[in-house]
């Protein structure tokens, strides 16, 4: 009307005005009644603080001389009835209540509540929400349904809403879904082809021709093909197309519907509506493993393709297709394999969702069944994955999705690798943090302890009493019964709800506990468990009850909890010896600590070093069983803490517990590698946090393992250019060189050059040595083929004598040097050597390998050392050992690190695992130069340094 004026037409009206004259007459709504949110809050609809706010509203309305909630329903005046709006009272003028009312909008359809105001683009509705919320409770209480829609900043329309599609019923969904989960899975690396754009055909059919859901030999023929639209859209990395054809068929017998689903065409079908190319799929999944955003990935494509995309349906299409690929979900290191030597695990409690109010609550003994405290993890995640492909049958109908089910304590559930973990029912009582305690009234105190400052004082003190804990279990509901470290253990778990810790409830913004990982030294997760509420020592105890072999050593910031409750739910058997610290807690060993006085030394530390090597195998034991780990050999367990928090313990025990105390595995284990973890979550934190549950969910867990997939596969394409195509992952999950029987990553000849490869035929049969009185070089040669004789293939062979520089040995070791010709090629091609000690008293054959190619001997090579030393030892008995030596980065200085390895060997020097620089090896051709000639002057540098 202001345009109009200035142009010169004063008399224009708008089109509401327009309007008045057809506006009913005004019609007093139901009052809103204190007995139905009082409902609300008992179904955990609502929040104490939204019921008293909402109530506040309503009086001040009622004084004001206003309705509170006003609802518009626009069907009754012909036109849409998929949304519902209220006119909210507000009693305040802002600039989205120009007259003290704000505008809620409610979709039918998706479940999908809107607010005009300020606070809608915040996570959490507002309390205009919920007023209209409260007045559709009371008066229109069918028109609640369950919110479809992933949580997202603002209503946005949903494509092909208007003529919903035909409703399945609930058998037809599970079959239909049942039969996409079995025979139509998408393999998770794509081959190059259909990662290509390819024309978009005008329509699309499906291929199956006779019916696959009735059972038997002569299945019925479908129907011929039908077009259930002709107008469906096909999204594309370059290109949307619309107006196109979607026909299905159907079995005259059972009335099931087969559409078309097939990727080998370059297309994926959400729901007959919208389709989604396969190179966009692609693209989409490299923005996840980049971190970047759905949302954001399509908003640049609206800019690039100059058009409007409908993100929420596109965002559930590309859900479809994640859940309808078949990601592996190893969550296995590929140097430390299925049972690794240490876990480093931390909680990341910013990397969360909101919950539902009535899960914030603390669960009452009466509630909880013995079910609850464990899950099926398999059966858990095959629904989820389900209820997302289901949703391409529901999804623009009233078709109820039959995989959907009510959120509860045990619907996170934990995901472990298949081959790590002790079955598929795992452990998950996280439902008994806090777990309050029925008391009868004259047990209750009257005592005014439980207040949270005087709580905090006592859990803050070194040494409470105990009559002090069971005063404050007595007060808080809980349990008694047990030690200290139990009591106190519960006490803490109780800063996880809201009516005992108001604070700390506020502090975490009222969100979700987050996420516990735990991986290995190399940042590859075995274990990771969505939490509602923040970590304790019982989630750390599930994840470590959870693996088949638990590990040698476990880092956490709460390294002493863990160990408690980890040991009181074992019966004291799992961190053992001296409850997992390193050392007996002795006053001596405590003021050593302190004094950083204290330093220890374990055998197996040295084999932390030797992931990638021959590991004994796991087949057949049995879960739980307290034996030896595989690699490191020790059946010790040791609940250690992180550099962050080791040294800030205030029980003097707790000290150690510090790593620090083991300078061997300080330069061995990077305990930080959790918190870099939650640096590279915190890049998809901005998205993983806006996500439904079941999204969020889904994604955590595909994060995860899309960064163990970017980590192994860094690794084994570096070992697979160094080995010439001679890598494969064995059986034990870790990286075999130069062996058989393994397996390849099905991405990495894509992207490596297997270069020169050695064939069966290369690998010789060696002749028996017939002569054993003495085993000398030439004794080696006549073993060798004839067909090989005369090639650069040749093996030393240097007893160590008692001279001058050297000392005798007492066990019989020797030293083997010689060059590997059938691997590599030829010697002048690549002149590598390496070192082997064979040592007879320890049975145990030591491999020296600068450049870490030839640490596997294979059989044919060992063949050679059988028969040569037969009459001597029986070296089929024996082990392969690769000890922590020095590191070359070049190619031309491993005739420096024999000789220094050599050395060090028989002066029984043990050496630390680090890479010498150019200037470190300068020095030690110089070292091995005048030892050799005395006559060589330090001053003189031979032209090749």
């Not at 030999?217 to 093909?225: A, F, G, V």
């Not at 918190?675 to 996500?691: G, I, P, T």
């Not at 031309?892 to 630390?912: D, K, P, Q, W, Y």
Request: a neutral charge; charged letters at 20%.
């Amino acid at each position: 009307m202001a345009l109009a004026n200035i142009s010169g037409k004063p008399g224009v009206e708008c089109e509401h005005l327009a309007r008045v004259p057809f506006a009913p007459a005004y019609k007093q709504p139901e009052q809103l009644m204190m007995e139905a949110i009082l409902a609300m809050a008992d179904k955990g609809l609502i929040s104490t603080e939204r019921q008293r706010e909402c109530a506040q509203t309503n009086e001040e309305a009622r004084a004001d001389g206003a309705c509170t909630v006003y609802p518009i329903f626009y069907e009754q005046y012909g036109f849409s009835g998929r949304y519902i709006f209220f006119s909210i009272y507000t009693g305040r003028k802002e600039s989205w209540s120009v007259y003290g009312r704000t505008l809620v909008t409610f979709d039918k359809t998706m479940g999908k509540w809107s607010c005009q105001c300020s606070s809608s683009k915040k996570v959490h509705r507002c309390g205009h929400i919920y007023l209209a919320l409260w007045w559709t409770f009371q008066c229109k209480n069918e028109l609640l349904v369950e919110e479809r829609e992933t949580s997202g900043s603002g209503a946005e329309e949903t494509e092909h809403s208007e003529g919903l599609s035909k409703a399945f019923t609930e058998d037809q969904i599970v079959a239909m879904t049942n039969y996409l989960w079995q025979t139509k899975r998408i393999p998770e690396v794509l081959p190059l082809q259909l990662k290509q754009p390819v024309p978009v055909p005008d329509r699309f059919e499906p291929a199956e021709l006779v019916c696959p859901y009735c059972p038997g030999p002569t299945p019925p023929d479908l129907s011929d093909c039908t077009a259930v639209t002709t107008n469906a859209t096909v999204y594309g990395l370059y290109r949307v197309k619309k107006g196109v054809t979607v026909a299905v068929r159907t079995c005259p017998i059972c009335g099931k519907q087969v559409r078309f689903q097939e990727y080998q065409t370059g297309f994926h079908n959400f729901n007959n509506k919208i389709l989604l190319s396969i190179p966009l799929c692609s693209m989409l999944t490299s923005a996840v493993r980049n971190n970047t955003a759905i949302g954001r990935f399509l908003s640049m494509l609206e800019d690039h393709l100059e058009l409007k995309i409908h993100h929420n349906t596109l965002r559930k299409a590309f859900f479809h297709f994640s859940a309808i690929t078949n990601y592996s979900y190893s969550y296995c290191c590929n140097r430390c394999g299925h049972n690794p030597p240490v876990l480093i695990a931390d909680g990341n409690w910013k990397t969360a969702f909101d919950l539902p109010v009535n899960l914030l609550k603390r669960p009452s003994c009466d509630n909880i069944q013995t079910a609850a405290l464990t899950v099926n993890i398999d059966d858990q995640w095959t629904q989820l994955q389900k209820q997302l492909i289901a949703a391409g049958f529901c999804d623009g109908t009233s078709s109820k999705n039959p995989f959907c089910r009510e959120l509860d304590y045990s619907a996170f559930a934990p995901w472990v690798g298949e081959f790590s973990r002790v079955g598929p029912v795992l452990p998950k009582t996280e439902v008994l943090k806090g777990l309050s305690k029925q008391l009868n009234s004259t047990e209750k105190s009257t005592a005014s302890f439980p207040i949270e400052d005087a709580l905090f004082r006592v859990l803050d003190t070194k040494k409470p009493q105990k009559a002090e804990l069971v005063q404050a279990c007595a007060e808080l509901g809980v349990s008694a019964e047990g030690s200290q470290a139990d009591i106190l253990n519960r006490l803490e778990e109780l800063v996880l709800y809201k009516e005992i810790y108001p604070k700390m409830f506020v502090k975490l913004q009222k969100a979700g506990g987050g996420v516990l990982h735990a991986g290995c030294m190399h940042s590859v997760v075995y274990y990771c468990c969505p939490l509602w509420w923040q970590e304790s020592a019982r989630d750390h105890a599930d994840a470590l009850l959870s693996l088949t072999i638990p590990p040698t050593v476990y880092i956490s910031d709460i390294a002493g909890r863990v160990a408690r409750h980890t040991n009181n739910r074992t019966k004291q058997q799992f961190f053992q010896p001296n409850d997992g610290r390193l050392c007996e807690a002795t006053p001596e060993n405590i003021r050593k600590a302190e004094q950083k006085n204290l330093h220890l030394s374990f055998p197996w530390v040295r084999k932390l070093q030797q992931l990638g090597g021959p590991v004994q195998s796991t087949h057949g034991v049995k879960a739980g069983t307290r034996g030896p780990h595989p690699i490191t050999g020790t059946k010790d367990r040791y609940s250690l803490y992180d550099r962050f928090h080791q040294t800030n313990q205030k029980r003097a025990e707790e000290k150690l517990r510090s790593l620090d105390l083991v300078p061997e595995m300080t330069g061995i284990i990077n305990t930080s590698m959790a918190e870099q973890l939650n640096k590279e979550l915190a890049n998809s934190r901005y998205f993983l946090c806006q996500l439904k549950d079941i999204h969020f969910m889904f994604m955590l867990r595909l994060v995860f393992h899309m960064h163990n997939q970017r980590i192994n596969n860094t690794f084994f394409e570096k070992m697979y250019r160094l080995t010439k195509g001679q890598a494969s992952i064995a059986a034990n999950g870790i990286v075999s060189l130069f062996g058989d029987g393994g397996e390849m990553p099905e991405d990495v000849p894509s992207r490596v050059s297997p270069g020169h490869a050695v064939s069966d035929a290369d690998i010789p049969v060696f002749k028996t040595v017939e002569e054993k009185e003495e085993t000398t070089e030439e004794h080696l040669q006549t073993a060798i083929p004839e067909s090989h004789v005369g090639t650069p293939f040749s093996v030393k062979l240097f007893p160590i004598q008692a001279e001058n520089e050297f000392m005798a040995l007492p066990t019989y070791e020797f030293i083997c040097w010689w060059r590997d010709f059938h691997t590599v090629g030829s010697v002048s091609d690549r002149n590598k050597i390496i070192l082997k000690v064979l040592d007879g008293h320890k049975e145990q054959i030591r491999v020296y390998d600068s450049m870490r190619l030839y640490c596997h001997p294979k059989d044919w090579e060992l063949d050679v050392l059988r028969q040569a030393f037969e009459g001597t030892w029986d070296l089929s008995k024996w082990t392969i050992h690769y000890p922590q030596q020095w590191l070359q980065k070049d190619s031309h200085n491993c005739g420096v690190f024999v000789c220094t390895m050599a050395e060090m060997e028989v002066t029984e020097i043990e050496a630390r695992q680090e890479t010498l620089t150019a200037h470190q090896l300068q020095y030690l051709r110089r070292y091995h130069a005048t030892s050799i000639m005395s006559t060589v002057m330090l001053e003189v540098t031979p032209s090749f340094l």
